[in-house]
Structure formats: C-alpha cells, structure tokens
C-alpha cells in the first residue's frame, strides 16, 4: 500500500522568510511519480510540479524548489523569500506506474501555509 | 484553452438521496478521475474513467458509481447518500499518448461542495 506523510499541519511564517515543507512518501513499487499541488481557499488545486523516481535531480522554478531523496523516501518543498499569495494548503502526493491501470493519486493530508505580511 | 469544469458548484441534499456531479475535461484530455476531499483532509481517489470505462477504483462502495461519454465528460453518482459523504467532490482531467499511456499530470476542477443533511 502507498502513504504520503506531511507532518506539519500548519506553519506560520513572516512574508520574505523562507520555508520548507516536509513530504515523506511509502511505496513497494520501484518506479513511481511524486508531485505537489497547491489549493488556495478557493478550493481548486493547482498542479506544481511532477517528479518520476528515477530522476533524483533537485529542481528549482522561480521562488520554488524541490528536494527529492529517494534513499529517505522524501520530496520537499521549498518556497524562497515566502509572500503573502503563497498562503495556501499544499499537498504532497504519490502514483504508482500503472502502466495503464489505475492512476489515482495519493494524497497526503496537507500542510497549511499561512505568510503573515 | 478551457480547464476543467464542474457543476454545480454547491449542493445540498438529504441523506437517502441520490446526486448526479458533472464534469468537463480539460480540452485534448481523455481521462478523467474523481476524488473526495472531506473537510481538513487529503483527496482520496474514487476512480477513474479512460475510454467510457472504469479504469480503476479506490476504496470506495458501489453506491460511487460514474460515467464518462464520448466527449470525454464525465459524472459521478452516489446513491443512499450518508452524512460522511459530505465533502468536496474533485475531477481532475489527464492527457494519454496516442498509444495510451498515461501522462501522471492530473489537472483539477473547483470542485462541487456536496452537504448531505
């Protein structure tokens, strides 16, 4: 069986800090992907960025960058130099390669994000 | 390009009912999946749809059932409603390669907000 864990809940930080949020992730299959979704109040999830196991290359867009280490099962994310948009719940999540069967999403529980001005 | 689209946006609905939710694909995308997000929760997968069939599950009870049409559309039902299946109801739409396989890059809907009283 897959499980993400997002151990944080809620972090709380103050507008240009920077922050990371803290994916660990469970899986028997030896290829997967990981992503990261952002949902604002507004409820829609926003597609961040998708991560195949086999390319442990760190990657960085903008003001966001992404740690995965497959040898402690982990993927985070962090967010440079925070604003006040940045607010949102983040989701880490997890798919098997199906290779053509079921390709649901694990999700895990989200880490509420909240950059105080 | 239009994303995907759900309706309604809100519903409420008396436990023992039935409800229909809809949703519109992202253009070009052809299969198209449905989560359910309780309220300080993760998404959970429901199941998917690829070429008007079911293509996958979650752990989910035949009461869930859903369809997707020839436009790639889709709907999900849920008989004999109960108080837990309040939530937010999400469809996400994904690409497949003209050979069928699938691209892991699920974009989402705004979801509909289902209450059950």
């Known amino acids: 069986a897959q499980k993400v864990t997002q151990a944080q809940t809620e972090i709380s930080v103050v507008e240009k800090e920077d922050v990371t949020l803290d994916c660990v992730y469970e899986?028997?299959?030896?290829?997967?992907?990981l992503f990261w979704y952002k949902q604002p109040p507004s409820g829609e999830l926003v597609f961040l960025i998708r991560r195949n196991s086999f390319d442990e290359q760190n990657e960085i867009s903008g003001r966001y960058s992404w740690n995965f280490q497959k040898s402690t099962s982990s993927f985070n994310f962090t967010i440079t130099a925070s604003q006040v948009v940045d607010s949102a719940v983040y989701f880490c999540a997890l798919s098997m390669y199906s290779g053509g069967g079921a390709d649901g999403l694990t999700f895990g529980k989200g880490t509420h994000l909240i950059i105080q001005p | 390009e239009t994303g995907v689209t759900q309706s309604p946006t809100h519903l409420i609905k008396t436990r023992g009912q039935q409800v229909t939710l809809r949703c519109s694909s992202q253009?070009?995308?052809?299969?198209v999946s449905w989560y359910q997000q309780a309220l300080g929760q993760g998404p959970q997968f429901i199941f998917q749809y690829y070429r008007e069939e079911e293509n996958g599950r979650g752990n989910f009870p035949p009461r869930f059932s859903g369809l997707q049409f020839p436009n790639y559309s889709s709907e999900l039902n849920v008989n004999a409603l109960e108080l837990d299946d309040s939530a937010l109801y999400l469809c996400a739409s994904s690409p497949r390669t003209s050979g069928g396989a699938p691209s892991y890059e699920q974009y989402f809907g705004p979801g509909t907000r289902l209450t059950v009283t």
């Open positions: 899986t028997r299959d030896t290829t997967y992907y």
């Open positions: 253009s070009g995308h052809n299969t």
